[in-house]
């Protein structure tokens, strides 16, 4: 008769764990961005936006549906970046319902100046951490994850 296996607690689940451990690291990742964040008083939803944007001009739909955080008020940010003057908003004279959103020169050179600010905070917290591959591996499942 074969060795009972071990009876594992609600912790110990390989799939709990997992699950812990992306959603703390998914904080730790927002934490050191918003650290990044900070002195150019913009939001990671405002900077996901711009983000989406810079890809070519979208309605206020589009953007919402490619937004990280699914939950995100989307007109209120942008409105927030059109104060900034880093986006403009167009009413569609056919459809007054429909506004579009273009990034513009000033929000593509933010885009520009804080991105190297990001490439540098961010550095620091992934170098030697993981090798491309294990990245590579570790994008992948999450992805399949996902789906």
Same mark, same amino acid.
């Given at each position: 008769?074969?060795?009972?296996?071990?009876?594992?607690?609600?912790?110990?689940?390989?799939?709990?764990?997992?699950?812990?451990?992306?959603?703390?690291?998914g904080?730790?990742?927002?934490?050191?961005l918003?650290?990044?964040?900070?002195?150019?008083?913009?939001?990671?939803q405002?900077?996901?936006?711009?983000?989406?944007?810079?890809?070519?001009?979208?309605?206020?739909?589009?953007v919402?549906?490619?937004?990280?955080?699914?939950?995100? /008020?989307?007109? $209120?940010?942008?409105?927030?970046?059109?104060? +900034? !003057?880093?986006?403009?908003? #167009?009413?569609d *004279?056919? /459809?007054?319902? $429909?506004?579009?959103?273009?990034?513009?020169? +000033? !929000?593509?050179?933010?885009? #520009?100046k804080? *991105?190297?600010?990001?490439?540098?905070?961010h550095?620091?917290?992934?170098?030697?951490?993981?090798?491309?591959? #294990?990245?590579?591996?570790?994008?992948?499942?999450?992805?399949?994850?996902?789906?």
């Open positions: 008769m074969p060795p009972e296996k071990p009876i594992r607690t609600e912790e110990e689940l390989p799939w709990k764990r997992a699950v812990t451990n992306i959603l703390k690291t904080y730790w990742i927002s934490d050191r918003n650290d990044t964040l900070k002195p150019f008083d913009i939001s990671e405002q900077l996901n936006v711009l983000f989406i944007l810079k890809k070519g001009p979208a309605n206020l739909c589009d919402q549906e490619q937004m990280f955080h699914k939950m995100s /008020n989307a007109t $209120r940010l942008v409105e927030k970046l059109r104060l +900034k !003057g880093f986006v403009t908003r #167009e009413t *004279e056919d /459809n007054r319902r $429909r506004v579009d959103i273009a990034i513009t020169k +000033k !929000g593509l050179s933010f885009l #520009e804080i *991105e190297t600010k990001l490439k540098e905070g550095h620091c917290y992934y170098e030697n951490k993981l090798s491309e591959e #294990e990245f590579l591996l570790l994008a992948d499942l999450l992805d399949k994850l996902r789906k």
